[in-house]
Nanobody, 133 residues
Framework: HMQVQDSGGGSVKAGESLRLSCVVS????????VGWFRQAPGKERESVAA???????????SVKGRFSISNDNSSKNLTLLLHLQMDSLKPEDTATYYC???????????????????????WGQGTQVTVSS
């Protein structure tokens, strides 16, 4: 069955960068939409970015121009490796970030709306991102 493993969090200062990674294994094909959502203490889950079918993208307004999601296509077996490059980080980006795989054969706009729904798809264990001012 599918397994999702995310990594790459850390503590940085405002303006610095981090790159999160997500490995999705146990697949029978590679046409899955993958994205990230985040949750800060005391706040609701918030979708951040999604990469869907045919290379479609969707980003939260709060991260547009700063975050970039990409698919590392160097993997030749049935494993997905994606990255979330986070630049110009702000203290309000502090949260636990989760890689999420909510659907297959789906475009980013639809996938983005499903990232935070736990009963749909699979999540990674989460990785902490802390940005200090």
């Amino acid at each position: 069955h599918m397994q999702v493993q995310d990594s790459g969090g850390g503590s940085v200062k405002a303006g610095e960068s981090l790159r999160l990674s997500c490995v999705v294994s146990g697949l029978d094909h590679k046409d899955y939409c993958v994205g990230w959502f985040r949750q800060a203490p005391g706040k609701e889950r918030e979708s951040v970015a999604a990469l869907g079918r045919s290379g479609t993208f969707r980003y939260a307004d709060s991260v547009k121009g700063r975050f970039s999601i990409s698919n590392d296509n160097s993997s030749k077996n049935l494993t997905l490796l994606l990255h979330l490059q986070m630049d110009s980080l702000k203290p309000e980006d502090t949260a636990t970030y989760y890689c999420s795989v909510p659907c297959q054969y789906c475009a980013a706009d639809y996938c983005y709306t499903k990232l935070t729904q736990q009963h749909i798809g699979y999540w990674g264990q989460g990785t902490q991102v802390t940005v200090s001012s």
